[in-house]
């Protein structure tokens, strides 16, 4: 079949990942079929975010070898991955601003919303002196994966942690370009986009799901890992996708047979306080990252996680919702002892 003849969503992945790796990763994940033929001369927002998700699904298996192994060994005993969501991280300054990049989730909700996402319930999360918000596609809340963001409350630390959270992140530049924000302002308004502006800008809006601040010193990125793992962490790996989330059908089998092959799994699994939303999760790879200094530190990196779903019964729909102690206990998987790094 000729690029020409595909759906705007894979055309689009083509175009931003290639031919060979766009395809592998679409032919890795369940995707709903109401979303594959959308084609012509414009783009919806349902079909570009359904590719961005893919090409951050793609991205974050090339830096979580376990999620890549987990993938093979899944699509080699002839399944695929249900893509329930993915988590990123972000700072707040009382203030406002990161340097050039909006402050907190709003760096991600001027993406989200225009691309037809809705904030479903908020989710404090105040031992880890964060606030997490999960985000829902309006067209396919099933289908598109959804977005955990959390935002780590800068005021809510000692005046020694917001000097140092100062120097490491206060110079964030914003990666979205004047072209990117104008497709985005498109969708908002509801106008259509044209195949050849959303291509041009969703490489650009994937840029977004990066580290915007240059490297920390080793003792910066000390002392804020000794005040909060997440901030420790969001010092190496920035906005890059935290996790993604395989949807399956029992978490809890799941994690006991990948125990039993030696996975890097975590001990308890996480039971939202409904009963109906299970989760757990691989530990974080370690990766090798810059520090100011010049030299490069193995740190805590990303990871994948597992999720069941059962029937609202009020509803008669897939529970989709969050829970705040599930979240806490999963966002431990990227601690790290102060000095860690070596």
Known sequence: ???????????????????????????????DPALLPQGGDTVSRAAFAMAMNVALFDDLLRR???????????LARGGRVLFDHGALRSIRFPEGPTGALPAGEDAFTRIFLPLGYEMAAIYPLDRLKMTGR?????DFPEAIPQFFLSELHVERFDAEFADTAARVFGISRDPLTDQAKAVL??????????????AAA??????AFDRQHEPASFEDYQLLLSRSNEAGWIATEGNGFNHATDRVADVAALAQRLKAEDRPM???????????????AFRADSVERPFADGEWRMVPGSFYEFISRDIDPQTGQLDLAFDTGNATGIFAMTSAEPGAAR
């Open 185 to 198: 302002a498109r969708y908002a308004a509801g106008e259509p986009v044209s195949f050849a502006d959303a």
């Open 1 to 31: 079949m000729s690029i020409e003849n595909k759906g705007t969503m894979e055309r689009l992945l083509i175009a931003t990942l290639g031919e060979h790796v766009a395809r592998q990763t679409l032919d890795m994940l369940v995707i």
């Open 266 to 280: 975590k001990e308890k699994l996480e039971v939202s306080a409904t009963g109906r939303v299970r989760q757990t």
């Open 134 to 138: 999960a985000y829902r596609h309006a």
């Open 64 to 74: 979580v070898p376990s999620g890549n192994a987990y993938v093979a060994d899944t």
């Open 202 to 207: 969703l490489p650009v809006i994937l840029s």
